[in-house]
């Protein structure tokens, strides 16, 4: 009897423990959990760019990526897919095997390619933040959007006939994340544009009075339509949807309904629902406002060794960069200056600013050789620099506050203010890699205290 009471003891005890099939990530979380079979058809053959994260449960590197691989999945929801394969599932194995995994956790950046089902396949070799991962996908998001002058217009507009076309003005010039997945999300739908506001016949042309502003041109002659909202994916896809459906994504067969919805049934119900489109637009646009949370602030990435600063800013082909130097003891101008550039980090992110950010401590290897150079002697300083175009700028406000910096960046990004010379020297010479070299790369083997070995 008591050797009964004892087994049922232990057989409630393991059914109490965790199933190790469940892995790290569950339905609940942001990450998207795929597997050998459903990789092709869910990351290869999709139209966006993935991050895709091969782990074992057992793995502790593993479980101390999982909040900032999460944080970073909320980040790039709508602009990215962020996946993870368990390569402790015996039905995963072998496919681990085959792109290459040879210890835990590798993760790699997957973007289409020119064929298709034939993706680029990238290791990814940054900080495992979930700044600098969103930072690292979001630049490997592919561009279907057209850089339009003004005597590029009209050939826009007549290219394939009656084809529904939208165009963002701004006052920008470069082509954010959120643009980006909204022309690959209606490919061969919609063709998009992107105008500045320098080409003032094209501004004049649609009566364009401010920056920025969407319009979609439905196409059969019928009058170009302004968006009027925030500028947010779900918002704007379905203002978008009134000329064309996007692209159908393929989800997990797992999904809450149980059921697949084709392609012609989301016709159905759209046509169905499109009359009371017109009329219930401001109102949904509303409602998603007050019911959507704030997005979630995306610290800026951490620069931690002279290597790192060099590739990301100082190589002779590096665009502007924004560099926080910060000594690692915490104070409240230290938290100030950081949450700040955090917060306009996060906006870049989601369409509104382009220029990469980086908190750099002033101990770190050529830190203090940098300001040295820039005859810098404040414990605390933050500059722009370009080294591609041989400037750096200071930020001389003092206080750090969000709207003193940010009306900072508007002018670095408007060529306002003064900008002093880069010193030659700080300049670094560094051949790029080839892109045949990034094509399906082995992961290569990686120190123990970064990667647990299979």
Same mark, same amino acid.
């Given at each position: 009897?008591?050797?009964?009471?004892?087994?049922?003891?232990?057989?409630?005890?393991?059914?109490?423990?965790?199933?190790?099939?469940?892995?790290?990530? #569950?339905?609940?979380?942001?990450?998207?959990?795929?597997?050998?079979?459903?990789?092709?058809?869910?990351?290869?053959? !999709?139209?966006?760019?993935?991050?895709?994260? /091969?782990?074992?449960?057992?793995?502790?590197?593993?479980?101390?990526?999982? #909040?900032?691989?999460?944080?970073?999945?909320?980040?790039?929801?709508?602009?990215?897919?962020?996946?993870?394969?368990?390569?402790?599932?015996?039905?995963?194995?072998?496919?681990?095997?085959?792109?290459?995994?040879?210890? /835990?956790?590798?993760?790699?950046?997957?973007?289409?390619?020119?064929?298709?089902?034939?993706?680029?396949?990238?290791?990814?070799?940054?900080?495992?933040?979930?700044?600098? @991962?969103?930072?690292?996908?979001? %630049?490997? @998001?592919?561009?279907?959007?057209?850089?339009?002058?003004?005597?590029?217009?009209?050939?826009?507009?007549?290219?394939?006939?009656?084809?529904?076309?939208?165009?963002? /003005?701004?006052?920008?010039?470069?082509?954010?994340?959120?643009?980006?997945? @909204?022309?690959?999300?209606?490919?061969?739908?919609?063709?998009?544009?992107? +105008?500045?506001?320098?080409?003032?016949?094209?501004?004049?042309?649609?009566?364009?009075?401010?920056?920025?502003?969407?319009?979609?041109? #439905?196409?059969?002659?019928?009058?170009?339509?302004?968006?009027?909202?925030?500028?947010?994916?779900?918002?704007?896809?379905?203002?978008?949807?009134?000329?064309?459906?996007?692209?159908?994504?393929?989800?997990? &067969?797992?999904?809450? &309904?149980?059921?697949?919805?084709?392609?012609?049934?989301?016709?159905?119900?759209?046509?169905?629902? %499109?009359?009371?489109?017109?009329?219930?637009?401001?109102? !949904?646009?509303?409602?998603?406002?007050?019911?959507?949370?704030?997005?979630?602030?995306?610290?800026?990435?951490?620069?931690?060794?002279?290597?790192?600063?060099?590739?990301?800013?100082?190589?002779?082909?590096?665009?502007?960069?924004?560099?926080? /130097? +910060?000594?690692? &003891?915490?104070?409240?101008?230290?938290?100030?200056?950081?949450?700040?550039? &955090?917060?306009?980090?996060?906006?870049?992110?989601?369409?509104?600013?382009?220029?990469?950010?980086?908190?750099?401590?002033?101990?770190?290897?050529?830190?203090?050789?940098?300001?040295?150079?820039?005859?810098?002697? $404040?414990?605390?300083?933050?500059?722009?620099?370009?080294?591609?175009? $041989?400037?750096?700028?200071?930020?001389?406000?003092?206080?750090?506050?969000?709207?003193?910096?940010?009306?900072?960046?508007?002018?670095?990004?408007?060529?306002?203010?003064?900008?002093?010379?880069?010193?030659?020297?700080?300049? +670094?010479?560094?051949?790029?890699?080839?892109?045949?070299?990034? +094509?399906?790369?082995?992961?290569?083997?990686?120190?123990?205290?970064?990667?647990?070995?299979?």
């Amino acid at each position: 009897m008591h050797q009964q009471t004892l087994l049922a003891t232990l057989a409630a005890s393991l059914a109490a423990l965790p199933l190790v099939q469940a892995g790290l990530y #569950p339905k609940s979380s942001p990450v998207l959990q795929v597997d050998a079979k459903s990789y092709d058809r869910l990351i290869a053959k !999709s139209n966006h760019t993935s991050i895709v994260e /091969f782990y074992a449960p057992w793995c502790g590197h593993c479980q101390n990526l999982k #909040p900032a691989y999460e944080k970073a999945a909320k980040s790039l929801d709508g602009l990215a897919k962020v996946a993870a394969v368990d390569c402790d599932d015996d039905a995963n194995k072998s496919f681990c095997g085959s792109m290459g995994v040879k210890g /835990f956790p590798t993760l790699k950046i997957v973007r289409p390619g020119k064929k298709p089902g034939r993706p680029v396949v990238e290791d990814y070799q940054g900080q495992r933040t979930a700044g600098a @991962i969103v930072d690292a996908v979001v %630049a490997k @998001i592919n561009n279907h959007v057209v850089k339009l002058t003004d005597k590029e217009m009209d050939g826009f507009l007549e290219k394939e006939g009656d084809k529904p076309k939208a165009i963002l /003005f701004t006052d920008k010039g470069t082509t954010s994340a959120l643009l980006r997945s @909204i022309a690959i999300d209606f490919l061969d739908v919609i063709s998009v544009g992107q +105008v500045r506001n320098k080409e003032t016949a094209s501004v004049g042309k649609f009566g364009i009075s401010s920056f920025p502003t969407f319009v979609l041109i #439905p196409g059969g002659g019928k009058e170009p339509i302004p968006y009027i909202g925030e500028l947010n994916k779900k918002d704007m896809v379905e203002f978008l949807k009134q000329a064309g459906e996007p692209n159908p994504e393929p989800s997990p &067969s797992s999904a809450k &309904s149980g059921k697949k919805s084709s392609p012609s049934s989301k016709a159905k119900a759209a046509s169905k629902e %499109a009359p009371k489109a017109a009329e219930s637009s401001a109102a !949904s646009s509303e409602a998603s406002a007050a019911a959507a949370p704030e997005s979630t602030l995306i610290d800026i990435p951490a620069i931690a060794s002279k290597a790192e600063l060099e590739e990301h800013c100082l190589q002779s082909k590096s665009q502007t960069c924004v560099l926080a /130097f +910060v000594p690692a &003891s915490a104070s409240e101008t230290r938290s100030k200056v950081l949450s700040s550039v &955090s917060q306009l980090h996060t906006k870049y992110v989601h369409g509104k600013r382009h220029f990469p950010f980086f908190s750099v401590d002033s101990n770190v290897g050529g830190a203090a050789a940098l300001k040295e150079a820039l005859g810098l002697s $404040g414990e605390i300083e933050l500059i722009a620099l370009n080294a591609r175009r $041989g400037w750096w700028r200071r930020y001389e406000g003092g206080d750090f506050s969000l709207h003193g910096v940010e009306s900072w960046i508007d002018s670095v990004r408007m060529g306002e203010g003064e900008k002093k010379k880069l010193p030659k020297e700080v300049v +670094v010479e560094k051949p790029e890699a080839t892109e045949e070299a990034k +094509v399906e790369t082995e992961a290569p083997a990686a120190k123990e205290s970064e990667r647990d070995e299979l």
